[in-house]
């Protein structure tokens, strides 16, 4: 059973918005630190944002500060990202991660994540 899921991707016109979800198979507060990545075309993926959850503290790359915003639904266990203004650089497969095991580190680091979701794609329009 897979332990991420996203959902919410689809295609907007630049200035839109879009709410992406991931839903965890178990309370998000169980995760020492969940986040979200996005990969584009031809690059690398990167970290987008972050939630550490025990200290309810978030991290936003300097690209999407201002713009992105993280939450969580009542029940505790879908994390929620909020893309306002978009622009076509957001155009990209967003992932979630989670890691479970407080690997520590940089939360950009794709390897201190073990669990992956399968992506769901953003595309902006100029």
């Known amino acids: 059973q897979a332990q991420l899921v996203e959902s919410g991707g689809g295609s907007v016109e630049a200035g839109g918005s879009l709410r992406l979800s991931c839903a965890a198979s178990?309370?998000?507060?169980?995760?020492?630190?969940i986040a979200w990545f996005r990969q584009a075309p031809g690059k690398e993926r990167e970290g987008v944002a972050a939630l550490y959850t025990a200290i309810s503290t978030t991290h936003y790359a300097d690209s999407v500060r201002g713009r992105f915003n993280l939450s969580q639904d009542n029940v505790g266990h879908t994390l929620f990202l909020q893309m306002s203004d978009l622009k076509p650089d957001d155009t990209a497969i967003y992932y979630c991660?989670?890691?479970?095991?407080?690997?520590?580190?940089?939360?950009?680091?794709?390897?201190?994540?073990?669990?992956w979701g399968q992506g769901t794609q953003v595309t902006v329009s100029s």
């Open positions: 178990k309370d998000i507060s169980s995760y020492y630190l």
């Open positions: 991660a989670a890691d479970s095991r407080a690997h520590g580190g940089d939360w950009r680091l794709e390897r201190i994540y073990n669990y």
